[in-house]
């Protein structure tokens, strides 16, 4: 079976940083992504990562371990529209597990 | 516009009723996934197709049907045999074993 462990829920302050950290055990796997989604919302894209190491892209980065099964998402400049839950997903033949995801709020 | 389509927005049906959310794209997505996503949960599975025609079960089968008689479409009929139907519905495609795009989401209400 897929498990996949993320934190609940988090909370920062506008302009600080946030990790949000996701540990797996899967059967198999090909990548793990970062979804963002608001309240009553689709999940959209945030960052794909299938080699070890730190994926940037602009205010977000993404870092994986596969031999440890880890993964972590930094949210850097908090800003108020960052308030959403954070869904870790890892890829396995062809479908997507994901985490009960991590509910990021950001106060002033 | 390329995308995702997932109608209607809000769904409400009494209990017992078979109801059909639809789901359409025109990605040219070869994969189709459809996952229920209840408060405090993460997205779950509930069926997905990876070519016209065929299609397998996910985590949560049970009590839901869906055919993929077209590349662009993958309704998911909810049957009376699901013992609790009211869920945020998601429909995602993708072109292949990465990532998947979602549409807007269907809310059912059984009543």
């Known amino acids: 079976g897929q498990n996949i462990d993320q934190p609940t829920e988090m909370t920062a302050t506008e302009g600080a940083i946030v990790q949000i950290n996701c540990t797996y055990q899967?059967?198999?796997?090909?990548?793990l992504f970062w979804y963002q989604q608001h309240a009553g919302e689709a999940p959209t894209f945030l960052s794909y990562?299938?080699?070890?190491g730190l994926e940037e892209k602009g205010r977000f980065s993404s870092f994986l371990s596969r031999s440890k099964g880890y993964s972590y998402l930094l949210l850097k400049e908090l800003q108020m529209k960052d308030s959403a839950s954070y869904l870790c997903a890892v890829s396995s033949d062809y479908k997507l597990s994901f985490g009960a995801g991590t509910t990021v709020t950001v106060r002033a | 516009d390329g995308g995702i389509t997932q109608s209607p927005k809000y769904l409400f049906r009494k209990e017992g009723q078979n109801v059909t959310l639809s789901c359409e794209q025109n990605?040219?997505?070869?994969?189709m996934y459809w996952y229920r996503q209840d408060p405090g949960q993460g997205l779950r599975l509930i069926y997905y197709?990876?070519?016209?025609?065929?299609?397998q079960k996910g985590d949560i089968a049970e009590g839901y049907s869906v055919s993929r008689e077209k590349k662009e479409s993958f309704p998911l009929t909810v049957t009376s045999a699901q013992k609790n139907p009211t869920a945020f519905y998601l429909c995602?495609?993708?072109?292949?074993?990465?990532?998947?795009?979602f549409g807007p989401g269907t809310r059912l209400t059984v009543l």
């Open positions: 995602a495609s993708s072109p292949g074993a990465n990532e998947q795009f």
């Open positions: 990562n299938v080699l070890d």
């Open positions: 197709s990876q070519i016209v025609n065929d299609f």
């Open positions: 990605l040219n997505h070869d994969a």
């Open positions: 899967t059967s198999g796997f090909n990548g």
